[in-house]
């Protein structure tokens, strides 16, 4: 009989549980208050209780760290500055999920090199 399966495998590893990647990479109460209260605030906009626009923006993915670092410093500015009339949301993807041919994402070529 033929050997027909793992034929191009070199190697098979056991993915990270989450629960080990939570132990590994715990978040800090600042982290989690950030999240919390933001997740408060979108839903009372969602809900009708708090009357600013809610305005979620790109960049539709990241591939390079330190610019998104930048245009983050840059949006909570404007974040601040218009706090009163808006609740600014930075969202992004470390993957480009739709993408059939080219860069794949940060995920999957950190290195974007293909």
């Keep these: 009989m033929n050997r027909t399966d793992e034929l191009r495998t070199a190697r098979i590893d056991s993915l990270v549980t989450p629960t080990e990647l939570a132990q590994r990479y715990p978040v800090s109460s600042s982290v989690a208050s950030h999240v919390t209260d933001s ?8 809900n009708g209780e708090d009357p600013r626009l809610l305005v979620v ?39 480009k999920p739709r993408t059939v041919v080219g860069w794949k994402g940060l995920i999957s070529d950190p290195d974007l090199n293909g």
Excluded: W
């Excluded at 997740?39 to 969602?46: C, E, F, G, T, V």
């Design 39 to 46: 997740r408060r605030r979108i839903k009372k906009i969602l």
């Design 57 to 95: 923006i790109g960049p539709c993915s990241i591939h390079d760290l330190n610019a998104a670092r930048e245009y983050a410093t840059q949006l909570q500015a404007q974040r601040q500055k218009h706090q009163a009339r808006l609740e600014i949301v930075m969202r992004t993807y470390f993957e």
